[in-house]
């Protein structure tokens, strides 16, 4: 069964510290995946996408990793700010399918930066 | 401003009672879809478009209709609610253009519905 498991559930920081959220998958198979922020009261927004191919890609403060092998992700965020504050969420696209390109979606961390 | 915008933003209604809930984009996408999202749980695809009259089912599509008569518009419709469908719901689009695995999905800021 493909699956997306996000952990933390939730994570507490103060402002100015470093974190890491995971993100294990057993999705086959594997297109790509993408890491969304979902802030309060709106609608996910895509920070980043990895593909089979890629280990690490950055935005910003924000930097994905992705080990294909151990079939996990990391999004890092470096010194963090209250805009922070959100919940992160992991997608992974199953492929190679064109008609519909389905998602399987992680329950979100979410992530308090406090002052 | 490129977006995705749905209305109401809340909706309380009483089990039995059909309502829409509207979806329109500006961004000329092809393809539109549906989901709830429910605590503790990721997204869960309702129904999706990939162009103009052509609509098909998601995971959860039981109790939810939806049509797709114009590019911009995806209105979801909810012909008998029920308080099982008490969610958040996300209408979002995405460039066909650029391929299913270059796009990312553009979300509206979501719909919170409570069926009594």
């Known amino acids: 069964k493909n699956q997306v498991e996000q952990s933390p559930q939730s994570l507490i920081i103060l402002e100015g510290k470093n974190c890491t959220l995971q993100c294990n998958y057993t999705v086959s198979p594997f297109s790509n995946l993408r890491w969304y922020k979902q802030d309060t009261g709106r609608g996910p927004v895509s920070l980043t996408i990895m593909t089979f191919s890629e280990n690490t890609k950055s935005n910003g403060r924000y930097t994905a990793t992705l080990d294909a092998d151990t079939k996990q992700s990391s999004l890092h965020i470096t010194a963090s700010q209250l805009s922070d504050s959100a919940s992160y969420i992991c997608?992974?696209?199953?492929?190679?399918?064109?008609?519909?390109?389905?998602?399987?979606w992680g329950a979100g961390t979410k992530l308090i930066i406090k002052p | 401003e490129a977006q995705v915008t749905q209305n109401p933003r809340y909706l309380i209604t009483v089990t039995g009672k059909k309502l829409t809930v509207t979806c329109s984009q500006n961004?000329?996408?092809?393809?539109m879809s549906w989901y709830r999202q429910d605590p503790g749980l990721g997204l869960r695809q309702i129904y999706y478009?990939?162009?103009?009259?052509?609509?098909d089912k998601g995971d959860v599509p039981e109790g939810y209709k939806v049509s797709r008569k114009e590019k911009r518009n995806f209105p979801l419709i909810l012909e008998s609610p029920s308080p099982n469908q008490t969610s958040l719901y996300f209408c979002?689009?995405?460039?066909?253009?650029?391929?299913?695995?270059?796009?990312?999905?553009?979300f509206g800021n979501g719909t919170r519905l409570t069926v009594t």
């Open positions: 478009s990939m162009n103009v009259e052509v609509t």
């Open positions: 961004m000329n996408h092809e393809y």
């Open positions: 997608v992974v696209g199953v492929g190679p399918r064109e008609s519909n390109y389905q998602l399987i």
């Open positions: 979002a689009s995405r460039d066909g253009t650029l391929g299913p695995y270059n796009s990312p999905l553009h």
